[in-house]
């Protein structure tokens, strides 16, 4: 065992301390996918992965929604649940032969609408039917489907719109009068607006088509077009520590790696109720709250109200949850809720928990075990692997606070760069480097969007590199330490400071801006702002309100700061970039390491 | 406390969190969730002002009843322990 280890971004990497959960060498009542890891991995080939799918018939490729929807409404399977939808004060069901048809006829609808094999379809919606139902049948019409988060302000969106080149929004009535309709002079690119209304509602906003009328004059026979399995069919935003948001983009390719992904680390069986609490508006909702589970046959579940855990744990034992997918900041407000709120609860269902989005700490591990009597199985991924990569298996022993070992098929090293601009491995057990992955499987990101240089800049010869760093030890198992770069995991969701900090300067007042995380025991990071002002304006709660106010109405809660501090100026480089590492050190009471770049302190 | 009071509290208290947020528009029974665009860590913050604004205890499992106006009113009406 070994003591924490603190690392160069403040976070205590939570390393050792904790007894290894050690997992029986039988399986439970269902015995695992993935029983013998090493076996597993060592008799893995992707030729047999993709083999596990159907292809189009007809040998004419590989689509998305055909995998997850077509294949099985043709099955034995059609009668079953597909969609298990849990709104607010309403619920639908939609079997496979149901979901098939309705996906059918939004990709009717796209066809009328005029668009093409590579058009830009953006959805931006909470978890409703119709979000689903858009993106499994803009796969159908080979569209590129690009999912917004619905707490994106209207500055996000509008950029994201932008740089995406969209053709077509799909999104609801609320959502476009309250963030689109004032910028959508922002997008002559924009063909056309779906407005879905309020609990199925026509809608007639100007400038703008009706969901409803469109589904009703459509018909639900279609025939998949010939698809590539290289076809470009997802683009997901992803932010880097400077510039503007990148899109990743991902192949049709990417589904043998959602599907196998979720037989090995969510452990899917054909008789299992799913749950994945992410939001379809970031990569995991969709590889994981939309694709896996269904190509895997599986029910899966969506709940339409955000997180609060006494519903959460009614869903749980309501719907007879059997696998559960869900991120560490909403483990750690149920942690603080206490277990004395899971008793008396039917949880017998429940098989197996798995959680993404940032480290999960080892406590929070364990409390998985105290409370539901299984750990939670931490994995890691990123919105450029498409898929998870490195995880806990439902049959391998749990080592609480280390995120797993590579799927199988998946090559992970950590790496250090060297003076030349190459990467040496690092071979030691329990070195700090760049946790990288051998390029070439098939949910890697295919490029950002317009952004060959920075695509480029992700790979050193074979190895894709991460941007976190990392250790592995004697085992073989990864531990998570840090971001190599200033980018910010609050709540799971990675936000580039650029973006916050241009929105700041957008503020009259503001003459500098550096927006850093800010370690938070719940959330991961919180986005924290640091703020020069112009001359003759007064650093006080009032303007502290003003810049709050000014960040949220552009940014959305979810991206703006939710601390702002004042300083007379920002402590830069001699080239004049502002030094956010130094501003978290002294933030975080760390030692200020290198500042010899230093030319202007803060004060 | 009174109503009136009690309104005034959260106004002041989501003017620090959500400034750009018009609680008068709200209707009281309005998840203030979706109707001012809070996230999870605003409400968090919003409970936890509450409570060290009025000193009276609020345990984590009561915050589901403090996300509405409505709901925030009858929580403080009542008699805290």
Redesign the interface.
């Given at each position: 065992m070994n003591p924490p280890v603190p690392s160069p971004s403040g976070n205590a990497a939570p390393l050792g301390g904790h007894a290894r959960i050690v997992k029986p060498v039988a399986g439970g009542r269902v015995p695992p996918n993935l029983a013998d890891y090493a076996a597993t991995c060592r008799d893995f080939n992707w030729p047999a992965a993709r083999a596990l799918l159907d292809g189009l018939p007809g040998g004419r490729g590989l689509n998305i929604a055909h995998e997850a929807v077509d294949r099985h409404a043709a099955g034995p399977r059609a009668d079953r649940a597909a969609l298990r939808w849990i709104g607010r004060g309403r619920h639908r069901v939609f079997t496979w032969r149901e979901l098939r048809d309705e996906t059918n006829r939004v990709a009717n609808m796209l066809q009328v609408l005029g668009l093409e094999h590579g058009a830009r379809v953006f959805v931006l919606a909470g978890r409703i039917p119709e979000l689903y139902l858009a993106v499994l049948g803009a796969l159908k019409a080979r569209c590129v489907v690009c999912p917004l988060f619905s707490a994106f302000g209207p500055e996000p969106i509008a950029m994201r719109l932008e740089i995406g080149e969209a053709d077509l929004l799909i999104t609801t009535e609320a959502l476009y009068r309250r963030k689109v309709e004032a910028l959508r002079h922002r997008l002559p690119r924009l063909r056309h607006v779906v407005l879905v209304g309020e609990a199925g509602a026509t809608t007639e906003l100007p400038g703008t088509l009706d969901w409803q009328r469109l589904m009703q004059a459509a018909g639900t026979a279609f025939t998949i077009p010939p698809t590539d399995p290289e076809d470009m069919a997802l683009l997901h935003f992803t932010s880097g520590t400077t510039g503007r948001p990148k899109g990743a983009v991902h192949a049709h390719q990417a589904v043998v790696m959602h599907h196998v992904t979720g037989r090995y680390a969510l452990d899917l069986h054909p008789d299992d109720i799913f749950w994945c609490t992410a939001d379809p508006g970031w990569v995991t909702g969709t590889s994981y709250g939309i694709i896996a589970p269904l190509t895997n046959g599986v029910t899966n579940l969506v709940v339409e109200a955000e997180f609060d855990a006494e519903t959460w744990y009614e869903v749980l034992e309501r719907e007879r949850v059997s696998v559960w997918y869900t991120a560490p900041t909403a483990i750690r407000m149920m942690m603080k809720l206490g277990r004395a709120a899971l008793a008396g609860r039917d949880l017998s269902a429940l098989r197996f928990m798995a959680s993404v989005g940032e480290p999960l700490n080892p406590e929070a591990v364990l409390w998985g075990v105290e409370a539901f009597g299984m750990p939670f199985h931490d994995n890691w991924w990123q919105t450029e692997t498409g898929g998870i990569m490195i995880a806990n298996y439902a049959a391998m022993d749990v080592k609480p606070g280390s995120m797993g070992r590579p799927l199988p098929g998946i090559t992970a090293a950590i790496l250090r760069r060297d003076e030349a601009g190459g990467v040496d491995e690092v071979t030691r057990p329990m070195i700090e480097g760049e946790l990288a992955l051998k390029a070439g499987w098939p949910s890697m990101m295919r490029g950002y969007l317009r952004e060959e240089a920075r695509y480029r800049k992700c790979f050193a010869g074979e190895w894709y590199l991460t941007g976190d760093l990392a250790m592995r030890d004697e085992d073989g198992y990864f531990w998570f330490i840090g971001r190599a770069d200033d980018v910010i995991k609050s709540s799971g969701h990675l936000i580039g400071p650029f973006e916050v900090e241009s929105a700041l300067m957008e503020h009259p007042a503001v003459a500098e801006a550096a927006v850093i995380g800010k370690p938070d025991p719940i959330a991961g990071e919180i986005v924290k702002a640091f703020v020069a002002l112009k001359p003759g304006h007064e650093a006080n709660e009032a303007m502290r309100r003003q810049l709050l106010g000014h960040a949220r109405t552009r940014l959305g809660a979810a991206v703006a700061p939710k601390e702002i501090d004042f300083r007379a100026n920002l402590p830069r480089t001699r080239s004049g970039k502002i030094m956010r590492r130094l501003l978290k050190a002294r933030e975080l009471g760390l030692p200020e390491g290198d500042i010899s770049t230093l030319e202007s302190d803060e004060r | 406390m009174t109503r009136d009071e009690i309104l005034a509290l959260v106004a002041d208290i989501l003017?620090?969190i959500?400034?750009?947020a018009d609680i008068a528009t709200v209707p009281g029974d309005a998840d203030l969730?979706d109707a001012l665009?809070?996230?999870?860590?605003?409400i968090?913050?919003f409970v936890a002002a509450l409570h060290e604004r009025t000193r009276r205890p609020i345990p984590?499992?009561d915050?589901?009843r403090l996300v509405t106006l409505n709901g925030v009113v009858a929580y403080f009406q009542t008699a805290g322990p």
């Open positions: - | 003017g620090g959500a400034p750009e969730r665009d809070l996230d999870s860590m605003d968090l913050n984590e499992a915050t589901p």
